[in-house]
């Protein structure tokens, strides 16, 4: 089992940045692939961006390409999304995932991020 805690999101302006955090626990963090994906109200969740268990891959949705980035830190077992440049459609609650095969199977309750023009 595991446990994704997501911390970080907020009201911010657009233009502004805010970064994410999910902490994680139970099973060993270093071998899990993670993602980062969001809804939107009326939406269907979407993804954002992933890490692979090394964080030597990385990927990201066209929408967010140049503004947001996804890293990890195995030692403290927490993956983060730094968003810059928001704008008013990055608002949605995000919710960090862990996949420990091919899939993510693991999910965090969500923080809500709201950007206002």
């Known amino acids: 089992q595991v446990q994704l805690v997501e911390s970080g999101g907020g009201l911010v302006q657009a233009g502004g940045s805010l970064r994410l955090s999910c902490a994680a626990s139970?099973?060993?963090?270093?071998?899990?692939?993670m993602g980062w994906f969001r809804q939107a109200p009326g939406k269907e969740r979407e993804f954002v961006a992933a890490?692979?268990?090394?964080?030597?891959?990385?990927s990201y949705a066209d929408s967010v390409k140049g503004r947001f980035t996804i890293s990890r830190e195995n030692a403290k077992n927490t993956v983060y999304l730094q968003m810059n440049s928001l704008k008013p459609e990055d608002t949605a609650v995000y919710y960090c995932?862990?996949?420990?095969?091919?899939?993510?199977?693991?999910w965090g309750q969500g923080t809500q991020v709201t950007v206002s023009s």
């Open positions: 995932a862990a996949a420990s095969a091919t899939y993510y199977d693991y």
């Open positions: 890490i692979n268990w090394s964080g030597g891959m990385t």
């Open positions: 139970g099973r060993a963090f270093s071998r899990l692939n």
